[in-house]
């Protein structure tokens, strides 16, 4: 069996779960990747046989999206790389929320599955924000098209939703408390961040962001470039975290039972969803880092962490799941 597994490269956490697929999905056949976008920055082993530009997130330094960024960023040859898009080469065609492979199977009548944490707002039942926002909840129930959807979110919100994909390093870990607090907000700067987190002088943070390239320590900070081994040791390691409204690190978080703080991106309603999901769990939700941080931060290191987050399904249980669901193309 031929399978074409498409990633929306946007973020790490794609890649990041379609790293911790791989193994089993070889299982069942031969996986060519295809990744689009180019706002990850892991380096993947994964053996990525397509890539493109694709579409692409940018963020202000003060922590919203950066739309201007966005619309430059787009490419006028995504429909002629959909009808290239060798999709008819493959039996089974699997779609991490990526645009291009989702036109490419419209274009030439394909059948796909859109699997991953956005398709769990295919489902009415999963958490949205109280934000109105009518373009962000386009973007995640009509932006990718597929014939069927298994969907991932932190709770079973509906029957085809499942908990999340979690790293073996992380499900074999012990986790320990050093004392330091994890910190990961690409949508602000470091030069935003700074004097916030200068200020809370008891506390050492481990700012992992792009604007390094190597390690640099200043007081109480450590800033760390993005890697992937790096950052769950910290994340391992750590009192709490405190980091951007994704899914893929809460979800670590939750499960290593570490404190957490979660600031989603500024009108990324997709993120705001996701914050107002972990509320329900009990988590810590700020709208934006303020004048009232340092308040909010004191507050929230103080207080004892009794959130309960367990896992009902194993990586290789999903992958089976998502198999026996997936709609098989007659290959060209």
């Not at 380096?43 to 530009?53: A, G, V």
């Not at 999206?65 to 009808?83: P, Q």
């Not at 899914?247 to 309603?269: C, D, G, Q, R, V």
């Not at 931060?297 to 198999?323: A, P, R, Y």
Request: hydrophobic share 35%; proline share 4%; with cysteine.
């Amino acid at each position: 069996m031929k399978i074409f597994y498409a990633i929306q490269g946007t973020g790490n956490g794609h890649i990041s779960r379609a790293e911790q697929l791989y193994p089993y999905l070889q299982k069942h056949g031969e996986v060519d990747f295809f990744l689009s976008g180019s706002n990850a920055q892991l380096q993947s082993p994964l053996p990525i046989k397509y890539k493109s530009n694709g579409i692409s997130l940018h963020y202000k330094n003060t922590g919203g999206m950066d739309y201007g960024k966005i619309s430059k960023s787009l490419s006028f040859n995504i429909y002629k790389e959909a009808k290239t898009l060798p999709i008819e080469n493959y039996d089974v065609i699997i779609n991490d929320f990526e645009f291009i492979t989702s036109l490419a199977c419209s274009l030439k009548k394909k059948k796909s599955i859109q699997f991953g944490h956005q398709a769990s707002f295919q489902s009415k039942l999963t958490p949205r924000a109280n934000t109105f926002n009518p373009l962000g909840n386009w973007v995640l129930n009509k932006f990718v098209k597929s014939t069927d959807y298994l969907g991932l979110h932190f709770e079973s919100y509906d029957k085809n939703i499942f908990n999340p994909i979690i790293k073996d390093e992380i499900i074999n870990a012990t986790p320990i408390d050093n004392g330091h607090i994890t910190v990961y907000l690409p949508q602000y700067s470091i030069a935003f961040l700074s004097p916030y987190l200068l200020t809370q002088s008891k506390f050492n943070f481990e700012v992992f962001t792009k604007e390094v390239t190597q390690v640099k320590k200043y007081k109480n900070l450590t800033l760390l470039p993005i890697d992937n081994k790096t950052f769950t040791n910290s994340l391992i390691q750590c009192h709490g975290i405190i980091t951007a409204g994704g899914f893929e690190t809460p979800a670590e978080a939750l499960y290593l039972k570490k404190k957490l703080l979660s600031i989603p991106i500024l009108n990324h309603f997709e993120q705001e969803c996701n914050g107002a999901a972990m509320q329900k769990l009990g988590v810590t939700v700020i709208k934006k880092i303020d004048k009232k941080f340092n308040q909010i931060f004191t507050k929230w290191v103080q207080v004892e962490n009794k959130i309960q987050f367990t896992l009902t399904h194993s990586t290789e249980e999903i992958v089976n799941l998502l198999m026996h669901q997936v709609p098989f193309n007659q290959v060209a």
